[in-house]
């Protein structure tokens, strides 16, 4: 009833928000994204996407859509393997950064792994500024990391906020350094939490500094100072700090895919690990909204 081509270009649009992204993430012209569109409205009977000079954004029927259509492809592509006899094999050098790894990454990489039990998954887990720095070496083939800014490349899996977090209770002295808790450089979210200490001309000092994730929130629940972390992936015990504390907003976060290979050299099994990480991506974000 439905076509996979068209939930495929759904998702696409769906991620970026944009028919021109959309178009060039699948190498289409926009006007084949936008039939691809038209079509699956005209199969569901249903307007999927609202349209205006604003932009894009998904309707009621478009969030559930999404959950729908990662649940058909996944069930074609198992399908069509299981029938063609085709299984993907070989290496797969994927790098995460550790929010990630130690909240959705399991799941999608156990369902991975059974799926796809012939590929050699070799996991780095690393700041995003270090894992950006080794896809661009060669040393990984599929990264999933926050990026900089909305400009960089990347293939959207979800956006958050930043904010500060620390144990219950924790206050801030205004009279005194900020205590911090963050990443060492490269890290993404320490150079965003500085900048916006620095803008706002409050003083810091750090508190604590470490590449494990494990470190910093046991840290934070020590009572040693605050921790800018993402919103939405907030370790227990944790808990966001109130407006009164006078600490500055620090804005939004996306977490992207990257390939390490040109497009039409990327290898299938990167395809196939791309495709899950971005269906569980439209599930977190059509849970939230």
Same mark, same amino acid.
């Given at each position: 009833?439905?076509?996979?081509?068209?939930?495929?270009?759904?998702?696409?649009? @769906?991620?970026?928000?944009?028919?021109?992204?959309?178009?060039?993430?699948?190498? %289409?012209?926009?006007?084949?994204v936008s039939q691809h569109v038209r079509r699956l409205e005209e199969a569901t009977g249903r307007p999927l996407f609202a349209r205006d000079t604003h932009g894009v954004d998904l309707t009621e029927d478009g969030e559930a859509m999404l959950g729908f259509a990662?649940?058909?492809?996944?069930?074609? *592509?198992? +399908?069509?393997?299981?029938?063609?006899?085709?299984?993907?094999?070989?290496?797969?050098?994927?790098?995460?950064? *550790?929010?990630?790894?130690?909240?959705?990454?399991?799941?999608?990489?156990?369902?991975?792994? $059974?799926?796809?039990? *012939?590929?050699?998954?070799?996991?780095?887990?690393?700041?995003? !500024?270090?894992?950006?720095?080794?896809?661009?070496?060669?040393?990984?083939?599929?990264?999933?990391?926050?990026?900089?800014?909305?400009?960089? =490349?990347?293939?959207?899996?979800?956006?958050?906020? %930043?904010?500060?977090?620390?144990?219950?209770?924790?206050?801030?002295?205004?009279?005194?350094?900020?205590?911090?808790?963050?990443?060492?450089?490269?890290?993404?979210?320490? &150079?965003?939490?500085?900048?916006?200490?620095?803008?706002?001309?409050? @003083?810091?000092?750090?508190?604590?500094?470490?590449?494990? &994730?494990?470190?910093?929130?046991?840290?934070?629940? @020590?009572?040693?100072?605050?921790?800018?972390?993402?919103? !939405?992936?907030?370790?227990?015990?944790?808990? =966001?700090?109130?407006?009164?504390?006078?600490?500055? $907003?620090? !804005?939004?976060?996306?977490?992207?895919?990257?390939?390490?290979?040109?497009?039409? *050299?990327?290898?299938?099994? +990167?395809?196939? &690990?791309?495709?899950?990480?971005?269906?569980?991506?439209?599930?977190?974000?059509?849970?939230?909204?």
């Amino acid at each position: 009833m439905y076509d996979p081509t068209h939930l495929r270009t759904f998702l696409a649009v @769906a991620q970026t928000l944009s028919f021109t992204r959309a178009a060039e993430r699948l190498g %289409l012209r926009q006007s084949t994204v936008s039939q691809h569109v038209r079509r699956l409205e005209e199969a569901t009977g249903r307007p999927l996407f609202a349209r205006d000079t604003h932009g894009v954004d998904l309707t009621e029927d478009g969030e559930a859509m999404l959950g729908f259509a990662g649940t058909i492809l996944a069930a074609h *592509e198992r +399908a069509a393997a299981f029938f063609t006899g085709t299984r993907l094999r070989g290496r797969l050098r994927f790098g995460v950064c *550790e929010d990630f790894v130690m909240t959705r990454a399991p799941e999608i990489l156990t369902a991975f792994r $059974e799926a796809h039990p *012939e590929v050699d998954l070799e996991l780095t887990v690393d700041l995003s !500024g270090s894992l950006h720095e080794l896809l661009r070496a060669g040393r990984l083939d599929l990264v999933l990391a926050k990026r900089r800014t909305a400009d960089a =490349p990347g293939s959207l899996v979800w956006r958050d906020t %930043l904010c500060w977090i620390g144990a219950p209770g924790l206050r801030v002295d205004p009279d005194r350094p900020v205590p911090l808790i963050v990443y060492p450089p490269p890290g993404i979210t320490r &150079l965003r939490a500085l900048a916006a200490l620095e803008a706002q001309g409050r @003083a810091w000092r750090i508190a604590c500094t470490s590449t494990s &994730l494990t470190a910093n929130i046991a840290a934070a629940r @020590a009572g040693l100072g605050v921790l800018p972390h993402t919103r !939405g992936l907030i370790p227990p015990d944790l808990t =966001p700090l109130p407006p009164r504390a006078g600490l500055p $907003e620090l !804005g939004a976060v996306e977490f992207v895919l990257l390939h390490g290979h040109p497009p039409r *050299e990327v290898p299938q099994a +990167a395809r196939a &690990l791309e495709r899950a990480i971005l269906e569980a991506g439209d599930r977190v974000r059509g849970m939230r909204e």
